[in-house]
């Protein structure tokens, strides 16, 4: 046997076990998948969101356009990102000003890179009670 095919894997990520069972051989690659955090996720509930810090618009990128999304939001009253939690950009657990400043600070003044999940996809690994609607 060859093991079957083994999923892709981006950069800095691995794969993880579907299910552990004792009475399978588990070294064939339909028994694994790529993992959604840095490192694995062992553990990973599938419903729990997957986004990028920063990413308000959804676009897979944090830039401009998505501290001008959270000023908008905040005060013209545009509709709200559709993940809150990507728009907490410091992960204080609030979506205020300084979110977008967070994220201006990092882009155009070299400022302290977002916190996870940040630069890839994950699960946000505070606790808090903005909600992801992704």
Do not use: K
Request: net charge negative; charged share 25%.
């Amino acid at each position: 046997m060859d093991g079957g095919s083994w999923p892709e894997v981006r950069a800095g990520h691995s794969i993880e076990m579907i299910e552990v069972l004792a009475d399978l051989d588990n070294d064939h690659g339909e028994r694994w998948r790529a993992s959604q955090r840095r490192g694995g996720s062992p553990g990973r509930e599938d419903d729990e969101p997957l986004f990028i810090r920063g990413d308000t618009n959804g676009d897979t990128s944090v830039n401009l356009s998505d501290a001008v999304g959270i000023l908008l939001y905040l005060f013209i009253g545009e509709e709200a990102p559709a993940c809150l939690d990507s728009a907490d950009a410091d992960d204080d657990s609030n979506v205020n000003l300084t979110d977008a400043t967070f994220i201006l600070n990092y882009l155009f003044l070299g400022g302290p890179a977002l916190p996870e999940p940040f630069p890839l996809s994950g699960v946000d690994p505070t606790e808090d009670n903005l909600s992801c609607g992704l």
